[in-house]
């Protein structure tokens, strides 16, 4: 079955501007969360969608914000950007809430500049 | 403060010999741990995990030992092979929630034919 599939791959954006990002979690997962990759920092969780609800949420600013549609598909929002929201931002999906079978997409490759 | 350490950015080893990667961990309250393999352009991939009433859990040629008293994780992959060279994550989680998942650094290793 096809896997995670994260739109855009790359993605170049100016300081100010806003972005969204899109996840499309694998057929029959119900549950997609976001993580945000920087070097150094490892994963850093932004947030939790399962059923169309926010289910957790990481510690990042309001500026972060997404949603999770009655398919499941996710699109994560990113306005006012910095330039430290440069980073690798991946969604992985899952059945229902954390486990070992938690899959990853490729990840979108985000550049403020 | 991170929660999870990976003090080695970065770990060279030959063909055929073992590549250890270790893992520190802070927060007594985490009880299940997972390792991830990532390749570059590509999402993290689940590789092994071991619960906290385990000392050791193995998997062909991975295994991770656990020692709670110190706090630390360590995966050993015997034999080395150059497809192993990837960037390797540590995970700690308090539950099955995707917030109580932190991540460290990761370690890159390059296993050199």
């Known amino acids: 079955k096809a896997g995670v599939t994260q739109t855009p791959r790359y993605l170049i954006k100016t300081r100010g501007q806003q972005v969204t990002l899109s996840c499309s979690p694998i057929?029959?997962?119900?549950?997609v969360s976001w993580y945000q990759q920087t070097p150094g920092q490892g994963l850093q969780f932004l947030f939790e969608?399962?059923?169309?609800?926010?289910?957790n949420k990481g510690n990042f600013p309001g500026r972060f914000s997404g949603r999770q549609f009655s398919n499941s598909r996710s699109e994560m929002n990113v306005s006012t950007l910095e330039l430290g929201d440069s980073a690798l931002y991946l969604c992985a999906s899952s059945l229902d809430t954390w486990n070992t079978e938690a899959f990853f997409g490729q990840g979108t490759r985000l550049t403020v500049v | 403060d991170q929660q999870v350490k990976q003090n080695s950015p970065s770990l060279s080893v030959q063909e055929g010999r073992i590549s250890i990667l270790n893992c520190d961990y802070t927060n007594s309250m985490f009880d299940y741990f997972l390792w991830y393999k990532k390749y570059p352009a590509e999402g993290p991939t689940f590789l092994i995990s071991?619960?906290?009433?385990?000392d050791k859990n193995e998997d062909g040629r991975f295994t991770v030992f656990l020692n709670k008293s110190a706090k630390h994780l360590s995966l050993h992959i015997v034999p080395s092979q150059p497809g192993d060279s990837a960037v390797y994550f540590c995970a700690a989680s308090r539950g099955t929630s995707y917030d109580k998942v932190i991540f460290g650094p990761g370690t890159s290793l390059s296993v050199i034919p």
């Open positions: 057929s029959g997962h119900r549950s």
């Open positions: 969608y399962f059923s169309e609800t926010q289910r």
């Open positions: 071991i619960s906290s009433i385990k």
